[in-house]
């Protein structure tokens, strides 16, 4: 499913481009997803096929965002488990 909504928010290219190279890019990105437990693989991925300064950005924001999400849940997991 998340391949599919990936690939909608794709749609500023022509429909024919979508189908043919961006669904099963997504599919390919969702599996390493599923494969390694992780959203962080695919993030890297798509940043490094995808190109431009933007999409660079935009990756490593997206990166550094879980990074601190997920610390901050560590951290919270040891302070319950302190009391």
């Not at 695919?42 to 990166?63: N, V």
Request: proline share 2%.
């Amino acid at each position: 499913m998340s391949s599919v909504i990936f690939a909608a928010g794709h749609t500023h290219y022509r429909l024919k481009q979508v189908i043919l190279r961006t669904l099963p890019n997504s599919v390919f990105l969702g599996l390493i997803a599923v494969w390694t437990d992780s959203i962080l693989l695919p993030i890297a991925i798509h940043c490094g096929t995808a190109g431009g300064k933007q999409s660079a950005l935009l990756g490593s924001g997206i990166w550094l965002v879980l990074c601190l999400y997920a610390h901050a849940n560590d951290a919270g997991a040891e302070r319950r488990d302190a009391r």
